[in-house]
């Protein structure tokens, strides 16, 4: 079986274990992102199966009934949002999307830009290969107010790990994360008011749907401290659109650390939060990280692997309605 796989940025998938299993099968793999739609359909001609990376590629209608070869869509977790699921089974491809990420990573992720951030490290660390010395003084985290929107399995850890730091867990979201905060013993926000202007350190961990596109508005912004950090591993539409550039210009919050953007991948240094001396901004690392990988990838090929044995597994089904 042809199986392209895309968006392998970092190079990773041919060192991982489980690429193994896909030994005898036609293997095409892509380190960078598509242009346009033309250099897409190009990469995927001839493909029997496509095995996608989170949700870096999306593959719309247009894009599906140019590929008449292709029978299998394997994703890596189980979002579908960017694919067409209606259209891919009016097309006779299977679409198979399961677990295998956990939320560790990008936990660590969040308290690697907390602590970067707040000392000053990426700074620090070229002023040093400047020939310099210490230029700044960082800001520690104990007995300041952790503010966490949103406390699943990602915001969970984050609170854990800033209890153990001696901060004070201030949590704020629907009627489960209020619940969660009451049996973990944090505090819940009077309001969202004050939960914005009380957090020192602003995390968010919500999942992108409808409803929470641009929840977080530029009022909500405007109510931070000028001290405060909002970090942001989550995805960048929670967020109002321009609001957070607006934000830091204002100095409210005085500082972000963002992993996610708008669009994907951010090429050029094209976007203009990197242009903001107060915004640490990572390349979408959240679960970029060995174990995570392995897992998501192992999944992808256990689903490849299923379906060619006539047996697939973790079949997405198109959204009602």
């Given at each position: 079986?042809?199986?392209?796989?895309?968006?392998?940025?970092?190079?990773?998938?041919?060192?991982?274990?489980?690429?193994?299993?896909?030994?005898?099968?036609?293997?095409?793999?892509?380190?960078?992102?598509?242009?346009?739609?033309?250099?897409?359909?190009?990469?995927?001609?001839?493909?029997?199966?496509?095995?996608?990376?989170?949700?870096?590629?999306?593959?719309?209608?247009?894009?599906?009934?140019?590929?008449?070869?292709?029978?299998?869509?394997?994703?890596?977790?189980?979002?579908?949002?960017?694919?067409?699921?209606?259209?891919?089974?009016?097309?006779?491809?299977?679409?198979?999307?399961?677990?295998?990420?956990?939320?560790?990573?990008?936990?660590?992720?969040?308290?690697?830009?907390?602590?970067?951030?707040?000392?000053?490290?990426?700074?620090?660390?070229?002023?040093?290969?400047?020939?310099?010395w210490q230029g700044s003084v960082g800001t520690g985290v104990s007995?300041?107010?952790?503010?966490?929107?949103?406390?699943?399995?990602?915001?969970?850890?984050?609170?854990?790990?800033?209890?153990?730091?001696?901060?004070?867990?201030?949590?704020?979201?629907?009627?489960?994360?209020?619940?969660?905060?009451?049996?973990?013993?944090?505090?819940?926000?009077?309001?969202?008011?004050?939960?914005?202007?009380?957090?020192?350190?602003?995390?968010?961990?919500?999942?992108?749907?409808?409803?929470?596109?641009?929840?977080?508005?530029?009022?909500?912004?405007?109510?931070?401290?000028?001290?405060?950090?909002?970090?942001?591993?989550?995805?960048?539409?929670?967020?109002?659109?321009?609001?957070?550039?607006?934000?830091?210009r204002r100095g409210r919050p005085g500082r972000a650390a963002v992993?996610?953007?708008?669009?994907?991948?951010?090429?050029?240094?094209?976007?203009?939060?990197?242009?903001?001396?107060?915004?640490?901004?990572?390349?979408?690392?959240?679960?970029?990280?060995?174990?995570?990988?392995?897992?998501?990838?192992?999944?992808?090929?256990?689903?490849?692997?299923?379906?060619?044995?006539?047996?697939?597994?973790?079949?997405?089904?198109?959204?009602?309605?």
């Open positions: 079986m042809r199986i392209v796989i895309l968006d392998d940025y970092p190079r990773a998938f041919a060192k991982l274990r489980c690429s193994a299993k896909l030994q005898g099968h036609a293997l095409d793999i892509f380190h960078d992102a598509p242009r346009d739609a033309e250099e897409l359909v190009a990469r995927l001609s001839g493909a029997e199966a496509v095995l996608l990376t989170q949700q870096r590629t999306a593959l719309p209608r247009a894009i599906l009934e140019r590929l008449p070869r292709l029978r299998l869509i394997s994703q890596t977790g189980r979002n579908v949002d960017h694919i067409d699921v209606a259209a891919c089974r009016s097309l006779g491809v299977t679409v198979c999307a399961g677990g295998g990420g956990g939320p560790e990573a990008t936990a660590e992720l969040t308290w690697a830009l907390i602590l970067a951030a707040l000392r000053h490290i990426p700074e620090e660390v070229q002023r040093l290969r400047n020939g310099q007995g300041r107010v952790l503010g966490l929107y949103g406390l699943g399995r990602i915001g969970g850890r984050v609170a854990r790990v800033g209890d153990a730091f001696g901060m004070r867990i201030l949590c704020w979201g629907r009627h489960g994360t209020r619940e969660r905060a009451r049996a973990a013993g944090y505090a819940i926000a009077e309001s969202r008011d004050s939960f914005f202007a009380e957090s020192d350190v602003l995390s968010l961990h919500i999942r992108l749907t409808p409803e929470t596109r641009g929840m977080v508005t530029a009022a909500d912004l405007a109510r931070m401290k000028p001290t405060a950090l909002l970090v942001n591993t989550s995805r960048a539409q929670i967020i109002e659109a321009g609001a957070l550039e607006a934000a830091l992993d996610v953007y708008e669009e994907e991948p951010v090429l050029g240094g094209r976007h203009p939060l990197l242009a903001l001396p107060n915004a640490l901004c990572t390349p979408h690392l959240g679960y970029v990280e060995e174990a995570a990988y392995e897992m998501l990838y192992d999944t992808g090929v256990e689903q490849i692997l299923a379906f060619e044995a006539g047996r697939p597994i973790n079949l997405s089904e198109p959204a009602p309605g």
